[in-house]
């Protein structure tokens, strides 16, 4: 009579291979769904990028050309507003001392160089808070609000479409928009 004498070489050798086959599904499995779980928080974290962002545009005037505070002195009633052609930072200016919604026109930062409204560089822990964020900022008039640039060249219009592209580290792009009217 035989005593029992356990697995022999080819079954433990299937025994690893079924073993691996499974081991290497249920890694992909994970690693697909731990990227995945990262998603969320980049995207508040980009959301939270461009609100403050917004927040900092419409806090400035509507135009170079709006009195900064006197009622009824608006563009495009006495002067004209900034044509289209003109919409941008104005000479010398810099972030910093930008004045009216369209000097944010054509702004373009990222990582390190990510600052808040006072010029400070944003970090958390000694490190950049927005490594591997891209922000775009598109500034155009927009009078019948459907998101299309109105006119060109010598056009000057009431409402400006302020646009913030944020572009995460992720790759993706999420655009955040808000008018602004001239009142």
């Given at each position: ?97 930008f004045d009216d919604v369209d000097d944010f026109h054509g702004l ?76």
């Amino acid at each position: 009579m035989r005593a029992d004498r356990g697995f022999t070489l080819i079954e433990l050798v299937a025994g690893m291979v079924v073993f691996s086959i499974v081991i290497v599904i249920v890694v992909n499995l994970v690693m697909s769904q731990a990227s995945r779980s990262v998603d969320p928080v980049v995207q508040s974290r980009a959301s939270h990028l461009a609100e403050s962002l917004l927040q900092e545009i419409m806090r400035t005037r509507f135009d170079e050309n709006s009195a900064a505070s006197a009622p009824g002195s608006r563009c495009n009633e006495a002067t004209p507003c900034t044509p289209s052609s003109g919409l941008g930072p104005d000479s010398g200016e810099t972030r910093s001392n930008f004045d009216d919604v369209d000097d944010f026109h054509g702004l373009s930062v990222s990582g390190s160089s990510i600052q808040d409204s006072r010029g400070q560089a944003v970090s958390a822990g000694g490190n950049a808070a927005f490594a591997g964020f891209a922000v775009a900022v598109q500034v155009f008039y927009d009078d019948n609000l459907d998101g299309v640039r109105d006119g060109s060249g010598a056009y000057t219009g009431n409402v400006k479409l302020v646009s913030v592209t944020v572009t995460t580290p992720l790759n993706e792009a999420i655009s955040f928009t808000a008018h602004r009217w001239n009142h």
